[in-house]
T-cell receptor
Framework: GENVEQHPSTLSVQEGDSAVIKCTYS??????FPWYKQELGKGPQLIID?????GEKKDQRIAVTLNKTAKHFSLHITETQPEDSAVYFC????????????FGIGTKLQVIP | GEEVAQTPKHLVRGEGQKAKLYCAPI?????VFWYQQVLKNEFKFLIS????????ETGMPKERFSAKCLPNSPCSLEIQATKLEDSAVYFC??????????????FGQGTRLTVV
């Protein structure tokens, strides 16, 4: 089955700096890669996703890159704000949103004002 | 509704008791998923449904766990004879696949099950 590794497990940045979270996956059949933000006591919320036919996707301060050859994908948050503090999960899935996703272990991001 | 509704928010059961969790998917969504999140954030996929049919049950423990999605009723996840290690937050998610296009999976707020 799919295995998703994520690092770092914790990340502290100063407000305004950038944050980068990296993931690798094992199953070459995976082609949908969502990123979720989970705040305390809440469910995961999709913040951005990328499919395997695209190498990069950007949405305001958030960008995701995908290298299918190396089976790497990364989340970049620029100009971080205190409200970005949360746990971020990468995930991988075959095909799309109707398939189960395999999650990474999460990265706890702390943005220091 | 426009959000995945899970009930109850919290559930406490004595070891050996039954626990039943409910999930109302977003209206119009035909796929429902159950995930278990244990203490160290790890998510484990349990089961998914396409309408009332089991779609993927590869993560479902064969004993003690069962799930249903019946027409016009919330989906349910039932744990018979709970054990301490069943303590976790159980998340339900729903998504839609129609005409070759699919939506993201939307997650509910979770049910925290504590087995004492």
């Amino acid at each position: 089955g799919e295995n998703v590794e994520q690092h770092p497990s914790t990340l502290s940045v100063q407000e305004g700096d950038s944050a980068v979270i990296k993931c690798t996956y094992s199953d070459s059949a995976s082609n949908y890669f969502p990123w979720y933000k989970q705040e305390l006591g809440k469910g995961p919320q999709l913040i951005i996703d990328i499919r395997s036919n695209v190498g990069e996707k950007k949405d305001q301060r958030i960008a995701v890159t995908l290298n299918k050859t190396a089976k790497h994908f990364s989340l970049h948050i620029t100009e971080t704000q205190p409200e970005d503090s949360a746990v971020y999960f990468c995930a991988a899935s075959k095909t799309g949103g109707y398939q189960k996703v395999t999650f990474g272990i999460g990265t706890k991001l702390q943005v220091i004002p | 509704g426009e959000e995945v509704a899970q009930t109850p928010k919290h559930l406490v059961r004595g070891e050996g008791q039954k626990a039943k969790l409910y999930c109302a998917p977003i209206k119009g969504h035909s796929y429902v998923f159950w995930y278990q999140q244990v203490l160290k954030n790890e998510f484990k996929f349990l089961i998914s449904f396409q309408n009332e049919n089991v779609f993927d049950e590869t993560g479902m423990p064969k004993e003690r766990f069962s799930a249903k999605c019946l027409p016009n009723s919330p989906c349910s996840l039932e744990i018979q004879a709970t054990k301490l290690e069943d303590s976790a937050v159980y998340f339900c998610a729903s998504s839609q696949w129609h005409g070759g296009r699919d939506t993201e999976a939307f997650f509910g707020q979770g049910t925290r099950l504590t087995v004492v």
